[in-house]
């Protein structure tokens, strides 16, 4: 069986308006909540669709997906 990843530990850095970050908190709680399988590859894109979509400068987002952790952080 092929690893599952979930949203678990996704680390958000450089993001500078407080009202992005919480917008990108309360939907990666929802995906967390759902408990979606998924690739690391499928979680960044994921994540960078989300921030393209709300006008934040991709280039100033760091994303890192770790696996088998039981709180989701965003920084």
Same mark, same amino acid.
């Given at each position: 069986?092929?690893s /599952?990843?979930?949203f678990?530990?996704?680390?958000?850095?450089?993001?500078? &308006?407080?009202? !992005?970050?919480? /917008? !990108? @908190?309360? /939907? #990666?709680?929802l995906l967390? #909540?759902? @408990? !979606?399988?998924s @690739?690391?590859?499928?979680?960044q894109?994921l994540? &960078?669709?989300i #921030?393209? &979509?709300?006008?934040a400068l /991709?280039p100033l987002a760091t994303?890192?997906l770790?696996?088998?952790? &039981?709180?989701l952080? !965003? #920084?």
């Open positions: 069986m092929a /599952i990843f979930r678990h530990f996704i680390h958000i850095f450089f993001i500078r &308006s407080r009202n !992005l970050r919480r /917008i !990108l @908190k309360k /939907i #990666l709680r967390d #909540l759902l @408990k !979606l399988p @690739k690391p590859a499928y979680a894109l994540v &960078s669709v #921030l393209s &979509s709300t006008n /991709i994303v890192r770790q696996a088998n952790h &039981s709180r952080l !965003l #920084l």
